[in-house]
Structures are given as structure tokens and as C-alpha cells.
T-cell receptor
Framework: GAVVSQHPSRVICKSGTSVKIECRSL??????MFWYRQFPKKSLMLMAT?????????EQGVEKDKFLINHASLTLSTLTVTSAHPEDSSFYIC???????????FGSGTRLTVV | DAKTTQPPSMDCAEGRAANLPCNHS???????VYWYRQIHSQGPQYIIH???NNETNEMASLIITEDRKSSTLILPHATLRDTAVYYC????????FGTGTKLQVIP
């Protein structure tokens, strides 16, 4: 089946630095990928829709300058958390749409801790 | 805003069938019904999806009412490893999550 690889699985960074998270579709091409954020014991919150070759579409309330999304190829989307602060600590999850299967496959998530 | 309504929690005895309900009364004609589950600190795992017909795979069965306003996910023989949060989602182009149902399988 479709597989989405997300790296790193865990990252700790200092306040003020930037962190990049990668999301790759391994065995299918994904023109559209999605980025989510999840707080403890809460549901996933959609942050943005990443479209290959064009600008990402951000959900209301999500700072586009804080969360930079790049989708330069059909198999890779990246999320960069810029000038990270402790309140950015969270579980970030990506998803890719497999057009052939009409399904959405999720990555295993990235636990970001900002200290 | 979430388009689905699910009970916050359910218990099921190991070996018995788990029936998880979901209401999606505002579903559009081109939206599919998807079910995913999430085990703590992992990404959501795909279970099954359907448009209007009932569906079955190796993991579960999906029963969609004729008016498509509700559905039920059936895990035929629940095991302890099925303990997770189950999300019912209606989607066409992007997936937004509701609060899900926390299923606890009891020995």
C-alpha cells in the first residue's frame, strides 16, 4: 500500500532556531500533501494544504511566515518552523493523497520540543 | 468545523464485535466517508472508506445508511491492539478531523 515517510521522528531545538520536517511519498506521486498539528489528548488540526509547484494554502489562524511549506516535487513536501518558541512544541503530522486509491496516507509524525 | 459527530468513548470486550457509530448529516454528494485510527503518538492509520455502498476489507466493515447521513464501523473481533482513537471523516479534497471515539478493548 501507499507509504508516507516523515523525518525526523523527534527533534529538540533551542528557542529562536528553525526546524525542517520532511514528508515523502515513497511509492506514489502526491500533488497534494497536508500538514497537521496535534496537542496532547487533542485531535489533529489541519494547518495547511501543500500543492506541488504552487504556494501552500493555510488554514485560518495559521501563520504562514512561521510555518513555511515547500512542495518542490511530487514526492516531497517540507515544513519549516521558523524562529521556534516553546509554544511551537507539538506533534506534527503530514499526509499525502494517493489519487489512484482515493485515499489519504499519513506519516508517523514528528515530535518537536523547543527548549 | 468538524463535519462528523462521534461518541467520545466506548468499551468493547475482547473477541466481541466493536460497532462505532458516526453521524455526518451534512455530507455532500461527492464526499467519501473515511475511517482512521490513531494509537498514541503515531500517525493515523487508514482503516476503510466508502462512498455509498457498504465496504469490507481485512480490517473492518463499513456500513453507510442509504441517505448517507450516518455510518458504522465494525471491527468483527476486537483485540487489545484495537484500543485506539477512531476518527470518522468525510472528505473530498482535504481531511479535517473531529474529536473521534476512544475505543477501549477490555480483556
Amino acid at each position: 500500500g501507499a507509504v508516507v515517510s516523515q523525518h525526523p521522528s523527534r527533534v529538540i531545538c533551542k528557542s529562536g532556531t528553525s526546524v525542517k520536517i520532511e514528508c515523502r511519498s515513497l511509492d506514489f506521486q502526491a500533488t497534494t500533501m497536508f500538514w497537521y498539528r496535534q496537542f496532547p489528548k487533542k485531535s489533529l488540526m489541519l494547518m495547511a494544504t501543500s500543492n506541488e509547484g504552487s504556494k501552500a494554502t493555510y488554514e485560518q489562524g495559521v501563520e504562514k511566515d512561521k510555518f513555511l511549506i515547500n512542495h518542490a516535487s511530487l514526492t516531497l513536501s517540507t515544513l519549516t518552523v521558523t524562529s521556534a518558541h516553546p509554544e511551537d512544541s507539538s506533534f506534527y503530522i503530514c499526509s499525502a493523497r494517493d489519487q489512484a486509491a482515493y485515499g489519504y496516507t499519513f506519516g508517523s509524525g514528528t515530535r518537536l520540543t523547543v527548549v | 468545523d468538524a463535519k462528523t459527530t462521534q461518541p467520545p468513548s466506548m468499551d468493547c470486550a475482547e473477541g466481541r464485535a466493536a460497532n462505532l457509530p458516526c453521524n455526518h448529516s451534512t455530507i455532500s454528494g461527492n464526499e467519501y466517508v473515511y475511517w482512521y485510527r490513531q494509537i498514541h503518538s503515531q500517525g493515523p492509520q487508514y482503516i476503510i472508506h466508502g462512498l455509498k455502498n457498504n465496504e469490507t476489507n481485512e480490517m473492518a466493515s463499513l456500513i453507510i445508511t442509504e441517505d448517507r447521513k450516518s455510518s458504522t464501523l465494525i471491527l468483527p473481533h476486537a483485540t487489545l491492539r484495537d484500543t485506539a482513537v477512531y476518527y470518522c471523516i468525510v472528505a473530498y479534497q482535504k481531511v479535517t478531523f473531529g474529536t473521534g471515539t476512544k475505543l477501549q478493548v477490555i480483556p
